[in-house]
């Protein structure tokens, strides 16, 4: 039987599933009664639930992040649905689908990976292409890669994110990089697929997204120039050659400076054409991303502007009433 | 006969030809003797010149500005080229094919313009296609558009080069776009059509690029707006229909917020994802372009890095000794 | 009989008077009775309210924004005015009187208007005269004018706003020019006259007060010179000549500086004397109604401080307790 | 006979006048034969000068800084003029009258002054006016207020010129403050007279102008607070009453927060309307005297446009060619 | 009997105590029956307390800011400990210990006095001996100077604070300066003595931290500068001699550019090597109690990092869960 | 017999010595006479150089950068030193003692060196001795790191300028870290021997000091923390013990947030106590340095103030007259 999400709990219906909890609190009513309210989540959102008549006891035998059995009854209540449970029970976290519980791609990871490996092996240089073999040769690396979001919550945050930013970026790099002559277009291709790859080691992402300590103290993009140290000594083995040193050079500088400007993180600026176009597109992507994501998950709100956003400082238009270009409203004095 | 172009000129040749002077300065050698010294311009680049023997009487026969019929010879001084003038006449400037004179694009003109017209024409909303028609069945208009620079000095500075600039982000565009499903194709193309029309009045280009007082004064992006509310005006009379309100207030938004933020002159910030792709693809444009002709106006000097350029706030790296990215050499202690 | 204002509500009386509502929630109190609660609005103020046992059936009868018949009673309760309802209907908007509803200058607005008038017919160039002319021969225009605000929140927020701030800014105009021969009266007067006139469609505020989309769009800034653009057409009908080109740039150019700095949105800073002076003007005013305001408003606070205002970035120090200057108090350890 | 200013001198004429010497320098010709180069100035102007066949005995003869009596004759040389001296001898400083070597306000002093002491002596305030009045007996106080320019290059940097913009500031506030019910009169008056008094001690203006030692370790904000600590003491001996707390501490911070933001050097922001008030007559004062004299020194330069002031950091725009609003000129491509 | 402090407080212990009362709110329980909520604090923290069955009449007996006698019982209630009380009674200030009621310093105050005067008895220099002595024979101004706290919040908030703060930077100053002949050590030891002085003036320390209003008007920079040169005018009389005037004006400056910029309210930047260095160790000083406290404050939090720090901008990583830097664990996908 | 240094070259006197060649130009004489002008250096100045009737041939015989034996004279002229060459000859670099025409600390190496070990000799922890042991022992790194400067021009610019800079860092420390219990010293004296090791890569220093491709590309902190990886590769080989991952992290850390400050190139800020430390004494040093510096090298100007210093954006006080701190002078109008 398939499972029932939260975004498909409805008013009335009964309930015998499990969820994610989170800011569970112990209460008590104005009887002195006491009863625990929480949050349960899975990769759908989010809703409140209330054990009644429960105390202390109980409170203790689960904890944030853990998943638990719950039985009991959805509701609408003030405008929005939540759970009343009759019982709760904490499970065995290797019982559950990772997937079921952190968002994912909406697209087919397999195929994103192909075209991923697409792209790097129609690399003409033979030192990158070899350093993407050495990449892709690591299994680990692969799931790691292949699995992890591209950010906690700004931009494609969801399994699977990572993969596919980078994707889109190097399809779009490939149609783009024709238009100036003076980048090469193995570095352009080659910088996009190392430019977040720190990321994998900057966050976690196993159970809920976030940031692991390392992360937190070192960044994305050290660590990123890290691991390419790292494969870099491994290239030889595959082409019977030292890997040049200013090929090297350039590869690091395409991670280091890939967020523009020092405000932004980066130790350095973009110097080199394939620098610039790796940002301007990292840019680009992460953007419209940002901005799309904003204007459909506020669809189903009849405004035609979504709700003010922190990190864009600015709330969106998403058009007139009738989702429609091309009405004739609005209005002025005359 | 052809031209005799500045940068063609070489130790010990004769010279009778029209240049363009500027910095002219009357000047008296240690004997108090008077001369004329002044630079012989093209679209090539720039000479400095000496006429001996010549005092004011010659000095005020021609201002800074004119062309110039040059008889002389041209020598190698110090390092430089320059030009001893035996005899120097200001002529009709109506006598001078000004494509002489000030930079032009690389690219051919009326295939560029063909280009322009396939993206307008491909346009699938009528009111759009129309709105495009009056733009280009507006003479004058194409003339400039066509002719214009888009920057005095920082990108695109060349005759023709708004017409380049506006087609290579069209084509972009063209390539783009379909990775972000939310973002209307038909509004993307008509910003970018029209992100920097106001450049043809902002812009003076006829004899040497500059800005107008009213550009000064107003600037392209509200010039843009005000050349796009006139031609709405007449799009009624091709579609039968009043222009979409909606529609017209979108448009000028993407004008208006192109440059992306304040500081940068825009006085509103992208709100929708079109003006949000409008924004990220001439900021990626722009900057390629200056980057890469710095590269390129750097080629033939010798060292690894251009000079210092004071709007990026950067040098650029243009690789090792053998313009080879893939050569071994650098060095560090080890 | 007259309108019982929620700033003159006390305690124990009974009510039956129409308000706006805001804020409505659906809630239930722990014996799962459900009840209704919102704020009551008019232009005095707003105070909470409440229904008892009253459900979804009649949460859905009305809506924010709405106009509601209240019969109840006003109460004190933990120290703050509270009403609890017995009776809420929707009304009519049009049965309404708007001025009741929205703050309102506290200066007759005919007189404002003849004071404008009178700074308007005074200039002595005969296009701007002209120009002034056909604005008050546009009687949706001047309606509009002599209703709008000049902000949503921040200063002169209140029906009449725009008028007041651009008469008192004409007033000082008029005292302040002499003392700086070398800026022209006229367009001083008719650059302050027009500064502001994009509000009447950035705004909207014949209900509550905010932000048409287009206002935010767009913004008043170009707005503004669409407007002037537009009348600018029609001078030529009453003068017999054509405007004069440099006088319609600088017009202009007084619009788009008027907020001094890119940084708060304007595509140009101030590059004449005229410019600077009706920024400088205008940011007086503005901030001296803000700080007069803040000070005003919270006159019955026994505190010598307002409390913290984000916009200004400071709390402000309204003085001893006395509200006297020359108070001997204070201490230090000595 | 009266003195032949630097800028009367003509081409062709005798001279024998006493000027200021800076920027002096030993040279040689080409032919070995040294010669003295330097700049003769007074409150009018700068012109270089020559004293050929004089070499290092001469040269130490004098100094930068001092007044030499200079004999030769003026010449048009490269389009500007110089001085090519015949004999030159340092004078003593107290022969020379140094209101022709330093600019000067073209006010004159003393009706200025008057203006000063009618805005004190109208103060309502016993406490203030009694302030005032200390100031005022003080002469060295009043001799260096009314000869101390306001700065020493960007705003009224000639010898009267902080007594010009306190007194125009003063005048403004008589016509502005009624305008603002909240804001104290006396205090705004007060403030404006005392917010820049420390300049007579950061400035030195009795040969050239620029800063003390003192000046610039302190700044004229801490120094102006001291001024009037210094004379709050003797108030009481005047009015018999000590001077109230709160007053004072207003009035330090009126001069504490005059430069409106940390980022100008004021250690407080303005917190009271009365402060804000002053900041805003002081920014529009300033500035406006900027602009219009940067307008007045370009105004016999044939171009639209001044030269791009660095402070400002902007050109400003001076008008059509016949220094006429009202023309119509300029171009677009229609 | 010891006095029962907030933090010792425990689950179901009768309580007889006195606290300091700060947001009081009288709200109604479901049944319309009113209850008085409060906060009751000491120096160790706050904790919330209810006194139920009490109305309007109770309320009015004390207000925010009143030492008040509880009697009622503490107990633990939803994870936090709370107070129930059943009587309550204001108390005369005078019958408390202030330092029950303040934080204060963890070192004893008599010891760093006596370090500072060894510093300030150790100045080679006798007119920095004599002000020194100046400031140390004034009995208010040494208790002032002992109790004053360093700041209201962010760092040393605690009686005790403005000395351990100056005497830990003379400590370090002693061991530092050496490194930095050019420096004079005499200079910066009073610069430093003397950097926050006008705390003592600007912040009020009797009942609870805050700024007094002249603290605020002014400010401590200002402040100090003051309280120096009223102290500068007794020396005289102890050296017999004239106090050097740029003695006097390196002393303000070290007080006036200590924060280093502008931008931190500094209306100097620091102009010699001894500001630099008061600056600098300010700063370290500074921010390094900052960071130690926030650690210190968390220890008990099982989590690596503690909670987000707005004035430091960032959250502080406290490490690995044994609190043992040497551990290992941590984990990336390999 | 020993070198004679531009800084001793005195009006006539013969001169045979080698020197480095900049700024070498061809010109020609008003008689059209070739002569060659340079500038020659070793590392106490540069002086303008000459020599007469010499043209493209000679010119061509030697680059900027080349050490050429110069025999001729030095001479006064127009108030500066400069040499007339007879005969100039390039040499070969092998015979030049590199040390003669870099800076150089003014402290021994060997001794400053001894410093370096001893505190790292002392560190506790075995890790963090045991790495520092691998560094020690890494004799190219060695001479490195006691040879590189640690800037190129803006602090510690001469041979052996890092090391003395992390010399007496670390010396303040062991004063400092005292006064923070909460910082680990270990901690904080690695973090000071690693913060700037990069610079032996990213600085050239072998002839003139400069930035290696690679520095520019990548920066010395990304470089140091490379190299750290490097090294604590071998440690386990000290060991015999896996290096503690956390320990890993925090020092990798502290180098990345050395800067403090995103804006100064710091991929991220302080949030480790010591990493603040580290941060605080290096700004500290840093400053301190540039200051002292920047006093000395003026000493010897009268004025009371240096040059402004651009990268200080500020001119530093020097004192009186005298170089007196104590003196009585300064005067204001009283």
């Known amino acids: 039987m398939s499972r029932r999400f939260v975004e498909q709990l409805r008013d009335g219906e009964s309930l015998d599933e499990i969820y994610l909890v989170t800011d569970k609190q112990l209460r008590v009513n104005r009887n002195g009664i006491p009863f625990i309210q929480m949050e349960l989540r899975d990769r759908t959102g989010a809703i409140p639930a209330r054990l009644f008549n429960a105390g202390e006891p109980v409170f203790r035998t689960f904890d944030n992040g853990d998943y638990v059995q719950c039985e009991g009854k959805s509701q609408l209540f003030q405008g929005g649905m939540q759970v009343v449970l009759d019982r709760l029970e904490k499970v065995d976290p290797h019982k559950v689908l990772p997937s079921d519980f952190l968002a994912q791609s909406e697209q087919e990871i397999p195929k994103l990976y192909e075209r991923l490996r697409g792209h790097l092996h129609r690399l003409q240089n033979p030192h990158l292409r070899a350093l993407a073999e050495c990449f892709l040769m690591d299994d680990p690396f692969v799931r790691a890669f292949t699995t992890c979001p591209a950010g906690v919550k700004l931009h494609h945050a969801y399994l699977g994110g990572l993969l596919e930013h980078t994707v889109v970026m190097m399809d779009i790099a490939d149609r783009v990089v024709p238009f100036y002559p003076g980048a090469d277009k193995d570095l352009v291709i080659t910088g996009l697929f190392l430019h977040d790859i720190g990321k994998t080691r900057e966050l976690s992402f196993s159970k809920a997204f976030g940031y692991t300590d390392e992360g937190q103290l070192i960044g994305h993009i050290p660590m990123g120039v890290e691991m390419l140290t790292e494969k870099l000594a491994q290239v030889p083995e595959l082409t019977g050659e030292a890997f040049p040193r200013e090929l090297m050079v ?21 110097m080199t054409p394939e620098a610039m176009l790796v940002h301007s597109i990292d840019m680009m992507d992460t953007r419209m991303h940002m901005i799309l994501r904003e204007v459909k998950e506020d669809r189903h709100n009849p405004s035609a502007w979504t709700p ?3 990190t864009l400082g600015r709330r969106l238009y998403k058009g007139g009433p009738n989702g429609d270009l091309y009405s004739s409203d609005g209005g002025t004095y005359d």
């Open 250 to 270: 350039r590869l690091k500088h395409l991670i280091l400076s890939h967020h523009g400007t020092h405000e932004f993180g980066s130790p350095k600026v973009p």
């Open 308 to 310: 003010y956003n922190h």
